[in-house]
């Protein structure tokens, strides 16, 4: 998916379980009474910058005031199961979708609001089918053709009222200026049903949705031999100052193409005849590249998915079929089984072995009542098995002490297995090549056998994850410039969505406005005052760019013991040689004492760690001799190919961060597009600045180094310690844990961060471990390096959705305030005066992954790429009238449309306005340290995010590689599971700098 593809985390209500009757008169949940958390509430409008007038993506919303929505808790039990707990029966978002269906068909009403959750949004209130009545409960029995079959699967269903409530009450009650923060939760539930409307629609309709994204096949283009590119569209309802708002947006996704499963195989460069050969590690690429993909079985000599030309449904890969003894890949030479009629003999006579037992299970069954249950059986010709006098004598053959033989003995006699090559020659008239590997799907106690070459991928499938060449087409795709953009949502918004003729959205009475809205007073923010050499300010060229020339404001001493370990043929000796001259010449200019390097080429490494250690000791050996004194290891350069070979990027840094202590800075071949140039190395230059100067007061030998300063506008000059907090999650089907980080700025010039992180369990957002104690010890080391504690703490947290700011609220500001009760009783807070220490705190949560979009409304305020300055801010017209939130442009994006980042201000103890907020903000864009622009979000989270990235990669051969048999194997760190995974620790040498760069 693009980049400006992806959205947020949509709001999901939490029902609690109260059985009380709602009342249609008022908005009422049917749930117990809950304490909600006070958020902040806005403090008025910014009123800095030059004023601009923006079209945004939304759309207003038209809708009778007078209608009542009925929300319904749904819950779904497949005949003849126990309990009614879909998720652990399986039952997959097509079935449920299915289900709910047939329960609309089963109701006989007016068109109602579903998803897959399933969730049910009725505008009026269900009758029982039965009785005819409304009802707050009832229990709904439907029918569910099964794929390939006459049968059918019958479903019970199980509805539950769990809110009622009245539009025009709640929005009066949210517009209103005395409007408390339980109407604004209200508000969630509302919008919830509202989404849950306009998604049913394309759900149902659209080739495929994941979250709230709909793909169309209309105007596909292909950009690889196996992938196409499919557009899509997004919709999500809000609540603003215009009253409800329809935020629209464009975006595209990577799909499968309908084909054959064995052409997979070529972006691997593994050749048909070459997939029996494969060693493990090969095995364990191609069945994570092939695990979950959906397929269907396909017969060249019919031109027809099976036998009998029906349409099958599609199965789930789960890899290549391999002996689980020898690791040998299974071949169609190698598969036996039994036909039909074989497996209800074995069938009846095992239940005939029980019976004859006693009705007790076991092992060993009494040949006599074989026989004649076979006779029996025989007599009715109800099977075609052997005969009983041949099963006789097979029994003379085996006999054991007192009669008995072993049951699977006995029936692999009467029904021997048939080899899959005879079946296909006998039944097909076709002939399967010995060699071929067979892909399996199923479960591991039940696997199902399929020969490659009649797969073929199902369509509909989106790419996880799309190869490098697939996204560089994608990208060029899809980079609209921002009129373009504006047009293709309003065309999309108009066309395939069908709002206007779809039967549910008709049915709430809902319309939505053909104009996009307007913006007349957002503003461009100036950027912040940027100091280089000698108290000299950076020139700016626009765009959140400036011109950096001469020396760094606070150089490292030198580069004095450091080498480059070549690990790949591309890079030689003269490209060597060159990348060295460019590191002096860029050094020279930034004011950095440089020693020649220590190079070595490795051909071939068979122990990564050991070949780290050995380079690393060999660089301080040489500098130590010139030096005549003991010099460690600074930093080692490492010229590396593509992962795919034993020097991987991810073992490199958990070898160097965790083992030596020593930094490194990789560079691939794969994204050098010839020679070292001046600008690739000056950017290398930026980070071993950033990297290796350590902290005054964190014990580091290294001085203290910085880029340039940035002067951050702290509110009303107070001494204010700024934090960033984000939970990195690792790719679906990955069993990596997940890393929870907390970066802190330890100066006022937003250059030197020092940070900290834990594992956690999978997927799982709100809840660090050990937070209290991470945030204790990142406060005593800005105590130490800043003369006395924070009176001002500013949190940006990443990665939450609406539904969890009350979870926020209750946990996280809960730690900060616990931390600074604990730190004020220690001996040293008493000491300096700080006994009632208790800073304010201000909690800020950013959503870089949002829909919104701005288009200039006037060419004159665009910049070169169409977009706006960087510095862009909107606080009116389509923010929630009573939050304090707002829309941050602080880059400009080098093509395409940018995407803002929606910032929400939770807790505001600092008492600070709008414009102190936003500009303090904008000025934390430009603290990154490894290049001369603004970057997308606030540094402290940009960091963070860097450190929970840089940690997950010290899984990469523990977890990353391991892949489950069924993909349905729990792990020790999956979601849920009360044992946490172990924390990888980094050097000591590490642990006070900027090693996450």
């Known amino acids: 998916m693009s980049d400006d593809q992806s959205g947020p985390k949509r709001a999901r209500a939490e029902e609690d379980g109260s059985e009380r009757t709602p009342k249609q008169s008022k908005t009422e949940e049917v749930s117990d009474e809950k304490t909600f958390t006070p958020f902040a509430i806005r403090r008025g409008k910014g009123t800095r910058g030059k004023v601009v007038s923006a079209i945004t993506n939304y759309y207003r919303l038209k809708m009778d005031q007078h209608v009542n929505i009925f929300q319904y808790e749904v819950i779904v039990k497949e005949q003849g199961s126990t309990e009614f707990e879909d998720d652990k029966l399986g039952l997959s978002k097509g079935i449920k979708l299915d289900v709910m269906k047939a329960l609309e068909k089963k109701l006989g009403t007016t068109p109602v609001a579903f998803n897959a959750a399933p969730t049910l949004v009725s505008p009026y209130k269900l009758k029982d089918p039965e009785s005819g009545t409304e009802v707050d409960e009832m229990s709904v029995v439907v029918d569910v053709p099964k794929p390939n079959e006459k049968r059918k699967r019958n479903f019970e269903v199980k509805l539950r009222l769990t809110r009622v409530d009245n539009v025009a009450e709640l929005l009066d009650h949210c517009q209103r200026e005395g409007g408390d923060v339980r109407g604004m939760n209200n508000l969630i539930h509302l919008l919830t049903s509202l989404n849950v409307i306009f998604h049913c629609g394309p759900l149902v309709r659209m080739i495929a949705s994941r979250g709230p994204w709909h793909y169309t096949k209309t105007n596909f283009q292909q950009i690889s031999k196996a992938s196409d590119l499919y557009r899509a569209f997004s919709q999500n309802v809000k609540f603003s100052e215009q009253g409800l708002v329809l935020n629209f947006n464009s975006g595209a996704g990577v799909f499968y193409r309908e084909m054959e499963l064995v052409d997979l195989f070529a972006p691997l460069g593994i050749r048909m005849d070459a997939v029996k050969r494969l060693d493990q590690n090969e095995l364990k690429r191609v069945n994570k590249l092939l695990g979950g993909l959906k397929l269907k079985v396909f017969f060249p000599h019919t031109q027809k998915e099976g036998k009998s030309g029906k349409r099958r449904q599609p ?18 030479g190698m598969v036996t089984f039994l036909k039909k009629d074989g497996e209800l003999l074995q069938k009846k006579l095992r239940y005939v072995a029980k019976s004859k037992n006693g009705g007790t299970r076991t092992e060993k069954i009494d040949f006599d009542s074989v026989i004649q249950s076979l006779e029996e059986l025989n007599e009715k010709n109800q099977y075609k098995t052997t005969p009983p006098d041949s099963v006789r004598q097979m029994f003379d053959a085996l006999t054991q002490e007192e009669g008995k033989v072993e049951i699977d003995e006995i029936l692999h006699k009467i029904c021997p297995p048939t080899r899959m090559l005879d079946y296909f020659q006998d039944t097909y008239n076709m002939k399967l090549s010995v060699d071929v590997p067979i892909i399996w799907t199923g479960s591991k ?10 797969a073929w991928i199902a369509p509909g499938q989106r790419k996880n994850k799309a190869d490098p060449g697939e996204t560089e087409q994608m990208i060029k795709l899809t980079s609209d410039k921002p009129p373009q953009r504006m047009r293709m949502i309003d065309g999309m918004c108009q066309g395939e969505a069908r709002f206007g003729e779809d039967p549910v959205v008709q049915a709430f009475s809902l319309q939505i406005q053909r104009q996009m809205i307007t913006v007349d007073d957002a503003r461009v923010l100036p950027p912040p005052r940027i100091e280089t050499t000698h108290g000299r300010d950076v020139q ?7 011109d950096h020339r001469g020396s760094l404001f606070s150089p490292i001493e030198g580069l004095l013991s450091w080498g480059i370990l070549v690990t790949d043929r591309f890079y030689a000796e003269h490209m060597v040689k060159r990348f060295k001259e460019l590191m002096e010449e860029v050094c020279r200019e930034k004011g950095i004492k440089l020693n020649p390097p220590h190079v070595h080429f490795l051909n071939n490494s068979s122990n990564l760690q050991d070949d780290l250690k050995g380079f690393s000791n060999e660089v301080s050996e040489i500098a130590s001799q010139k030096a005549k004194q003991k010099m460690p290891t600074q930093l080692i350069v490492v010229m590396k190919g593509p992962d795919n070979g034993s020097v991987s990027y991810s073992e490199i840094k958990r070898v160097c961060d965790c083992e030596l202590g020593v930094p490194t800075t990789c560079c691939n071949s794969k994204k050098m597009k010839g020679e070292f140039k001046f600008p690739y190395v000056k950017g290398i230059v930026l980070k071993i600045n950033a990297k290796l100067g350590g902290y005054s007061s964190g014990g580091s030998s290294m001085p203290p180094s910085m880029n340039w300063k940035v002067h951050l506008p702290f509110p009303n000059n107070v001494k204010t310690m700024v934090f960033g907090i984000d939970v990195s999650h690792p790719a679906p089907g990955s069993r990596q844990p997940s890393v929870g980080a907390i970066t802190a700025l330890m100066d006022r010039y937003g250059s030197r961060y020092l940070s900290r992180y834990k594992a956690q369990s999978r997927r799982v957002e709100v809840g660090i471990p050990d937070m209290e104690d991470m945030i204790a010890g990142l406060i005593e080391d800005f105590s130490q390096s ?8 500013v949190v940006y947290r990443d990665g939450v959705s609406e539904s969890q700011f009350d979870q926020v609220l209750a946990t996280e500001v809960r730690a900060f305030q616990n931390v600074a009760r604990n730190l004020s009783q220690t001996a040293q807070f008493q000491q300096n005066g700080k006994g009632n220490w208790m800073p304010t705190i201000t909690y800020i949560v950013s959503q870089k ?12 305020d665009a910049s070169r790429n169409g977009n706006f300055e960087a510095g862009f801010v909107c606080d009116t017209t389509i923010v929630n009238p009573r939050m304090f939130d707002f829309h941050l442009l602080s880059h400009s994006g080098l093509q395409g449309t940018s995407r803002p980042v929606y910032y929400h201000v939770l807790l505001n103890e600092g008492d600070y306005t709008p414009d102190a907020i936003q500009e303090l903000t904008y000025a934390l864009c430009y603290g990154y340290s490894r290049c001369t622009k603004s970057i997308g979000c606030v540094t402290p989270i940009y960091y963070a995010d860097k450190v929970a990235e840089r940690v997950r990669l010290y899984y990469g051969g523990d977890w990353d590689d391991f892949m489950s048999d069924t993909g349905t194997a729990q792990s020790t760190v999956s979601g849920g599971s009360d044992r946490q995974p172990e924390t990888k620790v980094i050097h000591e040498n590490m642990r006070e700098t900027m090693f996450f760069l």
């Open 315 to 332: 199965e789930t890969v789960k890899g290549i079929a391999f002996d689980d003894k020898t690791g040998a890949v299974v071949t169609a």
């Open 445 to 454: 106690k039940k696997k199902s056998f399929h020969y490659l070459l009649h």
């Open 540 to 546: 700016f060229k626009g765009g959140g760019d400036w």
């Open 786 to 793: 800043c003369m006395g504690p924070p009176d001002a703490i």
């Open 849 to 860: 992954r949002n829909n919104t979009r701005f288009f200039p409304a006037n060419p004159r």
